[in-house]
Nanobody, 124 residues
Framework: QVQLVESGGGSVQAGGSLRLSCAVS????????MGWFRQGPGKEREEVAR???????VYTDSVKGRFTIAKDNPKNTLYLQLNSLKPEDTAMYSC??????????????????WGQGTQVTVSS
């Protein structure tokens, strides 16, 4: 059984930083596309960043230069480093995975495994 468990969310002031973690259990970790998503109040879920099994990363424009997605393979853990946070980054952040080596062309609906989410709140 595959499980994704996020941690690391919290409340910070604008300009602050957080590091989110996503611990992955089960055989899905290797050879997978993984991503971070967020859903703010009254907004649709959006993709924040994705990382393919070869380490290729893609970011949504609003977080480029501020957020970094990374994997620690020995620990089966996915990370999202959030720097220079803004109030508009406030959202529930979730990690997700799909058993495909490349993230290229994947839509949100194709991610099969999801975590429960961790809340990030940024105050001005």
């Amino acid at each position: 059984q595959v499980q994704l468990v996020e941690s690391g969310g919290g409340s910070v002031q604008a300009g602050g930083s957080l590091r989110l973690s996503c611990a992955v259990s089960g055989s899905v970790y290797r050879g997978t596309c993984m991503g971070w998503f967020r859903q703010g109040p009254g907004k649709e879920r959006e993709e924040v960043a994705r990382i393919s099994s070869d380490g290729t990363t893609v970011y949504t424009d609003s977080v480029k230069g501020r957020f970094t997605i990374a994997k620690d393979n020995p620990k089966n853990t996915l990370y999202l480093q959030l720097n220079s946070l803004k109030p508009e980054d406030t959202a529930m952040y979730s990690c997700a995975a799909v058993a495909k080596p490349s993230c290229s062309g994947l839509s949100i609906g194709e991610y099969k495994y999801w975590g429960q989410g961790t809340q990030v709140t940024v105050s001005s």
